[in-house]
C-alpha cells in the first residue's frame, strides 16, 4: 500500500494498492456475488442526497452492507477487510499528517454503502451526513466503460482521475460529485461498471 497525504486545494489522504492480492480476491467475490438486479437497489433507497425539488442528486444502485449482513460483520469479506483503515502504522501516519483525520480513529460509529455505476450513472455534488469519507474505487480489467472520476466542485472542479484499487480519505462536509460513465449495453449488471465502497466515519 503507498499513502500519500495531500495539503491541497484541501486535506485528503489517497491510499494507492489499498487492498492486497489476497484481500482483492475475497473482495471480488462478494462485489460478484452482489452484484444482481434483487440486491443492488436503486438510488433513491440508498439514502441520496436530493435537490429542493425532490429530484435525486445520483443515478446509480447500491446496499448498505452492514443492513444487508443484519450487523454482523463478520460475514462480510468487505466489512471485515475494511477494518484495516483503523491499523495502527495508517492511523499514525494520518494523524500526523493533518489532525482532521483524528477524527477517524475517534469515531463512534461507522457505516458502509456499496455502490455500483454503470451507463449513464453519476452522482451529482453533494455532501455526506458524517464527519469523515473514505471512497475505494474497484473495476474489472480491462476497464470497459469511460468516465466515473471523483470531482470537487468547490475547488475549481479538483478532479482525482479514477484509479483501480484506490482509497481516498476527506472530510465529508467538502462537496464532491462523480462524473458520467459510458458502458456498452451488453455490459450492464455483469459487473464491467465502477464500484466505489464508501465509508463513512461519525463521531
Known sequence: MDINYMANPFPHAILDNFYEPNELSSIWRELEFLTHPDKLVTAD?????FYEDG?????????YLDEAYSGNRTISN????NR??????????????HWIFKYIAR?????????????????????D?????????????P?????????????????????????????SKIEHAVTPLTLPEEDKMTGNGRYCISHFFMC
Open 78 to 81: 468487505i466489512l471485515t477487510i
Open 45 to 49: 433507497k440508498t439514502g441520496s442526497a
Open 143 to 171: 476497464r470497459k466503460f469511460t468516465g466515473g472520476d471523483l470531482v470537487f466542485p468547490e475547488f475549481g472542479n479538483y478532479t482525482l482521475t479514477l484509479q483501480n484499487n484506490r482509497c481516498i480519505i476527506f472530510p
Open 107 to 127: 469515531c463512534t460509529r461507522d457505516t458502509m454503502l456499496l455502490s455500483y455505476y454503470e451507463d449513464k450513472s453519476n452522482y451529482d455534488a453533494h455532501i
Open 55 to 63: 429530484k435525486l442528486a445520483k443515478n446509480n444502485f447500491g446496499i
Open 84 to 97: 484495516k483503515i483503523f491499523d495502527e502504522e495508517i492511523m499514525m501516519f494520518l494523524q500526523k499528517s
Open 129 to 141: 451526513a458524517c464527519t469523515m469519507t473514505s471512497l475505494i474505487h474497484l473495476f474489472k480489467q
